[in-house]
């Protein structure tokens, strides 16, 4: 850190080595195992392989294993300048997250952050911005930070140890593909002892380590100085966020998706007045992330709903990189970060109010400085400053002008709805005021450098900003002067209005440029006054583009004489600045342009009646089908009135047919001239003009336009042309040799090539063993270059407009998004601390239906989930509860019902909702609550299909009895309720409970078993079935078959946003809850129980045969009568008599048996005694030690009463 | 659940277009006004039959037409596809009229499709049978649509009026299409085509061939002309007599220009089918050489990756790509071709940036496709 400057004769002290210590351990280690490495080289044949298939099987191993290391390519869409990265800092309550935030913006701007709310943006290198974001506390804003973070730093509780919503958050991040995670430990400083302290970092880095992956980095915080973080630690950090590489993310790649750092309610305040629910219009400001998003897209907000996009505006970038903005002195230093919801950047955000704020020694009221103000400090002027100028400055009333205005506005142009907006943004003057301000200070910055780029933003934009303009001049210039600006400005946006033109903003050689195409001409003659007026005023610049639109409009329309007059005017201008060329060059091109507008036109019609019918829809409730039978059948005239869109009074019913070929006109191809005109078209004809063909139009297109159209200029045209198709070329050439070179360097050397950036983590083997095989892999990588390569020229040779139109808004813009009809409550709850994400819906994905998805239930979730019970899910954007029913896929890819998920396996679940692209990953939680003390992460899935029907199926199992039996057939009674079921199932497989198989066959005619009671109809529902043998009365008829499961068609949104956000949002609740509120019990099927089984033994009857075939028996068959014996046989009578030497024998025994049985009961008498003593002894000790436990007991309950009457009367003093 | 919110459009005009964009896209869409000013009102033979086929590709798809016939309700539902499908065409279309759409279907599905269609099989109307194996499917190569699983085999040829043809096709899926840069056109370096008959004189094929080459001889050595004469029913000939060529030229970057045409009695209207049918004369088979052949040397004319029969298919497909940027010269913008574009702007959100290009007399057409992906397709 700290180096010597300059003095290199300074001796150093010699580095000393440690002897002792974990260090010293460490590299005798080293040295060993060094040691070990040389003695395996001293031989090197020892260690050589001897097994060929071995080798080949770790070699094969070894190149699996790169294989599984590759990632498939993405392709990275976004070819502008980066939007911010979002670091989201997450971690339980109390454990320094704001406080973390504060001292990384202090690092970076040297600025003190009062509060953190809302998202920070700060610039933190030459090429690179962050963005800061506190995660709330609740799961919902967790989930919410997890889709949107590029980075999240975990902080954890060094003293405390992990807590679960560390783990919830890593698990939401992983459902949501995946960001960058850094583990930062704080609070170590309570650790006294330093044995424990590296203990701890231990334990925790490696169960960190377990859940991310070995050698995550964790950074540790050791304690406060002065209430903030260590500047060195601090640095560090900043260091490992500055060179961290973000992968892309597949889901936001292919959604646009903002992080709103602005809001603002625009409704029109008498609306609010008139009632204070009504719904509101919102205006949300953020960086455009992710994708393009195209002007029709409709977005989600998270927690409010989704919305289609009333209007979206591209404005300057409010925090850009040092590098494209220009050096303006003072300002410089305070656009390093912008937090609007902080209350940084001059505004503070309150809940109905904004704030601003000045610095004491930027505020001077006296009005004498104004006018020196205007010369010498033009552009450092403060916003409050100006505001109050303002208002000192008014000469007249502001209703006074307002009504000018108005009355020269409608002398004018008398349109209907310039009116409307006029009127409009009349009332809504008042509260616009503050908003306006923003732009009017960039007014002030960039109005005295001419030719400076005119911000986007304050480029009247739209009619609000426009007006905010208006205000300006009214400060700056007396009132005449004023209004008549005023109106030239208001004539613009009309004439603008008329033609019908998205205004769009593109920059020309530093300078703004407002395209407007006019439908009809409009009387600028009184513009030129205000504008000699002005000359060599502040605004000169500023009308003066105006005047290049008019210019351009008139010329387009008539080629008025006042035009020329106008073109002299700038041509005077813009002499003092020495850049007639450029503007000449200007013309050239947007004459060029005007050229492909016109053919485009000519397709498209003009671009507002396109736009209208997108917009005309019909909402129609599904359900009500009555009330669209009303709607077809009204009269024609009305609906003609309806579809006003029409298409230019063209026959609709034109026939489709892609053949327009007719025979009619036709050339006589026969006559040499004709079919020689074509020859070079063939490989007969000449090579190199067919060749020339493809390549000329390929360079030249642009310039090519210029001669044909009906250009006035031609000479100029021509004489600029020329030197454009050089750009031309040379671009095309720069392009070109770029796209070659990154092809090479894909090709060859993968760590230098720019694509290298997104697998930065494999090593520089892994490169060097890419060469050799250069494989699929380095083809796709090459594709995908290439293409990038591609897309970004064809896109550079499009002019802003255009491009606008075709692509949409880039990434990494400011842009401003208008959505009407939001509730109230979004406005009303909002909370700064909770960041809100507003995300673009992809194709298809507004629609719902039914999605399967693979579940599976987390393994930290105690319980089992079961089918039905509502859960909420986090798909995409959007969270929302819905009721999914379990299942499973059978061998035969049957889709079985479960009733609960499987313990340690996935399942497959079926839910309904708004579809979303099949591998989006699924995140389930049952619970919103903060207090509940489990992990509330239930389960987490992943989307296979989605359908519009459900196919699952569940068993069922249809049990009849026999109420007739003849041979072999049966009818079978209370299987099925009518005889159309029995013509369902026939054919059907049954079988008894004995094993007997049989089949239905029909439904059984009028017979016995169905014979009518009483003269009624013929009891319906009986079957007539066959079996394999006769069946018994006694027996029980199953039939076992499968039945559809509906799946609830239930899905409800999740609307945090328009709650309190303390409230936990409670959607339907499951079973179990409602019978805990109702304290119900949960019923029970008594016949379902178990019951003890009671087998009696059976009792068999004698064999009893029958007299008849007795006598048919042969004799030794037949049973005899044999009598039983009084006495016993003889064989068990008698008496044995021993010989003597037999006897002597068996005396011996009986002896040798005597001595040992004594000798067993002696012994087994002694050992009963030991066992006693044993047992007294222990009995003893026993009672000691429990005297002993009682009595430390007794003293450890003392000493905690102690303590907790200390901790009482501390509370209660 | 909820409101459906349904784009309204009006009037019959690129029935094809919107139902296939809103089917991909899945919009709802409501039709209003369809031939509403006609004597005889309300949607045509083969739009009801378009929407059955659609109805029967895709799964829980909805369609709802008021008692008149003049209003349309579609809500689409997923593009299921599947083989062993079998769709009557009917006799007031062509085949290739529901072939356009099929194909751009079938390549979004979930699964391969295969599917009988039955009907007339050559037209004077829409681009014949012929056309699309030998043009259309070359083209989808270029989009990165694999060529093994596309297949089109014609059973048997029928004409109008009373059709009689059927044709297998297959069509894989695609997760998504790739965008392309087809603006080179090349040189046309060899000219192939097919001449058919059925239950007429073999003659007639013999003659065209003959007169078509006739023009071509002054411009091209390599023309070769096929022919497919059936005479018999069992050798798959239609219910009616008819004849027709289909030529398609090969440019040297793998282009291909068609033009076809069919001579056949047509069906007129039914009030004159009343009457009796009165045979006009059809025009000579020689004459129909040659006026095809010229049709050809004008579309090669005109320039082009595409003639003018495909430019519409070639703007949806181009549409349909990722969100890259496609380039693609055509020649003279054709009318179908115009209003594809309408509905691509429309229904998709996707402009074109369209540029002459004088010195050739061709127009270039850029877009940034929007993204389609197939989302129906089962991940395992």
């Known amino acids: 850190m700290a180096m010597d400057s300059g003095t290199g004769e300074q001796s150093h002290r010699a580095h000393r080595s440690r002897h002792s210590g974990a260090s010293a351990k460490k590299k005798a280690k080293d040295k060993n195992k060094n040691q070990n490495s040389d003695q395996k080289q001293q031989n090197p044949k020892a260690f050589a392989f001897r097994s060929n298939a071995k080798a080949k099987r770790l070699q094969s191993r070894a190149v699996e294993k790169e294989q599984r290391r590759l990632h498939l390519p993405v392709m990275d869409r976004s070819y502008g300048e980066l939007p911010p990265f979002v670091v989201v800092v997450q971690g339980p309550p109390q454990v320094g997250k704001s406080l973390l935030i504060k001292t990384l913006v202090k690092h970076y701007t040297k600025h003190n952050v009062p509060e953190v709310r809302g998202p920070i943006t700060i610039v933190s290198g030459k090429q690179r911005r962050l963005q800061f974001v506190e995660c709330p506390n609740d799961i919902n804003g967790m989930i919410d930070a997890a889709k949107f973070a590029d980075l999240a730093l975990l902080l954890i509780d060094g003293s405390y140890g992990f807590e679960m919503e560390t783990f919830e958050f890593l698990n939401i991040l992983q459902v949501h593909g995946f960001p960058k995670v850094m583990g930062v430990l704080t609070h170590l400083d309570k650790f006294k002892d330093v044995k424990k302290l590296k203990k701890t970092k231990q334990r925790l880095k490696h169960r960190f380590w377990t859940e991310i992956y070995d050698g995550a980095k964790l950074f540790y915080l050791s304690g406060l100085i002065h209430g903030k973080y260590p500047k060195r630690e601090i640095h560090n950090l900043a260091r490992f966020i500055s060179v961290m590489k973000f992968p892309p993310l597949s889901w936001r790649i292919s959604h646009p998706y903002i992080l709103i750092d602005r809001l603002e309610d625009v409704t029109p305040p008498e609306r609010v007045q008139m009632n204070n629910k009504c719904d509101r219009n919102v205006t949300l400001y953020g960086y455009l992330r992710g ?41 410089d230093k305070e656009k390093l970060f912008y937090a609007p919801m902080s209350g940084l950047g001059d505004l503070l955000y309150d809940k109905d109010a904004v704030y601003i704020n000045i610095n004491d020694h930027l505020v001077q009221y006296s009005k004498v400085d104004e006018m020196g103000g205007t010369t010498h400090k033009g552009n450092k002027w403060d916003v409050g400053e100006a505001l109050v100028k303002s208002l000192q400055n008014i000469k007249n009333p502001i209703d006074e002008k307002l009504e000018k205005s108005k009355i020269s506005l409608f002398s004018q142009n008398p349109s209907n709805s310039l009116d409307a907006e ?50 300006d001049e009214g400060v700056q210039e007396d009132s005449m002067q004023n209004t008549e600006g005023r109106n030239f400005e208001r004539n613009a946006d009309a004439s603008e209005l008329l033609a019908q033109v998205m205004e769009q903003v593109e920059f020309h050689s530093g300078r703004k440029r407002r395209k407007a195409i006019f439908g009809d001409g409009v009387d600028h003659s009184n513009l030129k006054g205000t504008d000699e007026e002005n000359e060599g005023d502040k605004y000169d610049d500023h009308d003066e583009d105006n005047d290049d639109e008019s210019t351009e409009g008139t010329e387009s329309c008539s080629g008025s004489e006042f035009s020329d007059g106008d073109n002299e005017d700038l041509k005077s201008d813009e002499d003092g600045m020495g850049n007639i060329s450029k503007w000449r060059a200007s013309l050239v091109e947007r004459a060029s342009k005007k050229q492909n507008i016109n053919l485009m036109q000519l397709v498209y019609g003009k671009s507002a009646a396109t736009s209208n019918a997108s917009v005309n829809e019909v909402r129609d409730d599904s359900e009500n089908e009555e009330s669209d039978g009303d709607e077809f059948f009204k009269p024609k005239g009305q609906k003609a009135k309806n579809l006003k869109e029409g298409s230019d009074g063209e026959n609709t019913d034109t026939e489709d047919c892609s053949k327009s070929t007719s025979f009619s006109e036709l050339k006589n191809w026969k006559e040499e001239e004709v079919y020689e005109s074509v020859r070079d078209r063939f490989t007969t004809g000449d090579w190199s003009k067919g060749a020339l063909r493809n390549q000329m139009s390929e360079a030249r297109t642009e310039e090519e336009d210029d001669k044909d159209g009906d250009f006035e200029d031609v000479e100029t045209g021509d004489k600029f042309g020329s030197h454009k198709e050089d750009d031309d070329a040379i671009e095309e050439r720069r392009l070109k040799k770029l796209a070659l070179r990154t092809k090479f360097d894909s090709h060859y050397d993968g760590s230098e090539a720019p694509e290298a950036e997104t697998d930065i983590q494999h090593g520089g083997k892994f490169h060097r063993s890419q060469e050799n095989d250069s494989g699929y892999y380095d083809k796709l990588k090459e594709e995908i270059e290439l293409q990038k390569q591609i897309n970004i020229a064809e896109l550079e040779d499009l002019d802003e407009t255009t491009r606008l139109e075709i692509e949409g808004f880039r990434t990494g813009m400011y842009i401003r998004l208008e959505v009407h009809d939001v509730p109230f409550e979004m406005i009303e709850y909002f909370d700064p601390c909770h960041p809100i994400l507003v995300g673009g819906i992809g194709l298809g994905e507004e629609n719902v239906g039914y999605m399967q998805t693979r579940l599976k239930r987390h393994r930290w979730h105690k319980k089992v989930l079961k089918t039905r019970d509502p859960i909420i899910v986090s798909i995409g954007w959007r969270r929302y509860q819905t009721t999914p029913v379990y299942a499973i896929e059978d061998q035969n890819g049957r889709h079985r019902m479960l009733k609960y998920t499987p313990e ?32 509330r992460i239930i389960a987490t899935a992943c989307i296979l299909e989605f359908n519009h029907a459900a196919r699952i199926v569940k068993k069922i199992k249809l049990v009849g009895h026999p109420c007739k039996i003849f041979k072999k057939t049966a009818l079978v009674k209370d299987m099925f309720t009518s005889d159309l079921e029995v013509a369902r199932f026939e054919g059907a497989a049954i079988r008894t409970v004995s094993g007997i198989r049989g089949q239905v066959k029909k439904a059984a005619k009028e017979e016995i078993g169905n014979l009518p009671k009483k003269g009624g109809q013929p009891r319906e529902g009986i079957a007539r079935c066959t079996f394999e043998d006769r069946i018994l009365m006694s027996d029980i008829v199953f039939l076992r078959a499968w039945t559809q499961v509906e799946v609830p068609q239930f899905y409800n949104p999740l609307t945090t946003s328009l709650q309190p956000r303390e409230k936990t949002w409670q959607g339907m609740k499951t079973v179990a809850e409602l019978r805990r509120e109702h304290n119900l019990a949960v019923p029970v099927n008594k016949d379902s129980l178990y019951k003890p089984i009671e087998r009696k033994p059976r009792k068999f009857n004698p064999l009893v045969i029958p007299k008849a075939l007795q006598a048919d028996l042969p004799f030794e068959s037949k049973p005899k009568n044999i009598p039983h014996r009084k006495r016993p046989l003889l064989e068990d009578r008698r008496a044995v008599v021993m010989e003597p030497h037999e006897r002597k024998v068996h005396a011996l025994v009986q002896h040798l048996q005597l001595i040992r049985n004594d000798k067993m009961k002696k012994r087994k008498l002694k050992e009963e005694q030991k066992r006693k003593e044993v047992e007294a002894q222990r009995a003893k000790d026993e009672q000691v030690l429990r005297k002993r436990r009682r009595e430390e007991r007794q003293e450890r309950y003392r000493e905690q009463d102690k303590l907790k009457k200390k901790m009482r009367r501390h509370a209660e003093g | 659940m909820g409101k459906i919110t349904y784009k309204k459009l009006k009037g019959s005009q690129n029935m094809r277009q919107r139902l296939l964009l809103a089917t991909l896209k899945s919009t709802p869409i409501l039709i209003e006004d369809i031939h509403a000013d006609d004597t005889l009102p309300g949607l045509r033979p083969h739009e009801i039959s378009l929407l059955y086929l659609f109805e029967k590709l895709t ?22 596809g599947g083989s062993n499908l079998l769709h009557d065409c009917g006799l007031t279309r062509a085949i290739g009229y529901f072939l356009e759409p099929l194909i751009l279907l079938g390549l979004f599905a979930r699964k391969p499709l295969a599917i009988i269609l039955k009907g007339i099989t050559n037209d004077s109307k829409d681009p014949s049978v012929d056309t699309f194996r030998s043009t259309t499917f070359p083209m989808l190569k270029h989009f990165g649509v694999p060529s093994e699983g596309l297949k089109l085999e014609i059973k048997s040829r029928g004409v109008s009026p009373h059709g009689g043809g059927e044709v297998h096709l297959a069509v894989p899926t695609v997760q998504h299409l790739t965008a392309t840069m087809w603006t080179d056109e090349g040189m046309v370096k060899r000219i192939r085509g097919e001449a058919f008959t059925t239950r007429v004189s073999p003659q007639l094929g013999n003659e065209m061939i003959y007169a078509a080459r006739g023009i071509f001889n002054n411009l091209l050595p390599d023309v070769y002309i096929a022919s497919d004469y059936r005479k018999r029913l069992e050798a798959g000939s239609g219910n009616s007599p008819g004849y027709g060529i289909s030529l398609v030229a090969e440019t040297t970057s793998g282009c291909c220009i068609s033009a076809d045409t069919t001579i056949s009695y047509t069906r007129g209207n039914e009030a004159e089918d009343i009457e009796g049918e009165d045979k006009k004369e059809l025009i000579p088979a020689s004459d129909v050489g040659e ?49 594809t574009l309408r509905q691509i702007k429309d229904l998709l959100d996707v402009q074109f940036v369209i540029k002459p290009d004088p010195s050739t007399g061709t127009v270039i057409l850029k877009c940034w496709g929007s993204g389609m992906k197939n989302l129906s397709r089962k991940t395992t």
């Open chain 1, 291 to 331: 994708c393009n998003l195209k002007k029709g897209t409709k977005v989600h907000i998270a927690g409010v709903g989704d919305f289609s996009l009333a209007g979206v505006t591209g404005l300057s970038d409010p925090c850009p990189l040092p590098s494209a903005a220009k050096k303006k002195g003072l300002r």
């Open chain 1, 422 to 471: 006029g009127l409009k943004t009349d009332s809504d003057e008042a509260p616009k005021l503050i908003r306006d301000i923003e732009p009017l200070e960039q007014y002030q910055s960039d109005g005295k450098d001419d030719d400076s780029d005119f911000d986007e933003g304050s480029a009247d934009s739209d009619l609000d900003d426009s007006k905010s303009s208006d205000q």
């Open chain 1, 904 to 935: 340690h396996m996935h399942c497959l679940a079926m839910f309904w909702g708004p579809l979303a692209p099949p591998k989006t990953g699924v995140l389930a939680v049952q619970s919103l609550s903060n207090n509940q003390a489990g992990f």
């Open chain 2, 59 to 80: 799964d829980d798809c909805l369609v709802e037409i008021n008692e008149t016939g003049t209003k349309l309700k579609y809500r689409p539902g997923i593009i299921v």
């Open chain 2, 291 to 339: 006026k095809i052949a010229s049709v050809l040397l004008e579309e090669i004319e005109k320039g082009g990756v595409v003639d003018s029969t495909h430019q519409g298919l070639l703007f949806l497909l181009c549409a349909l790509c990722p969100k890259d940027v496609s380039k693609v010269r055509v020649g003279k913008l054709s009318p179908y071709g115009i209003e």
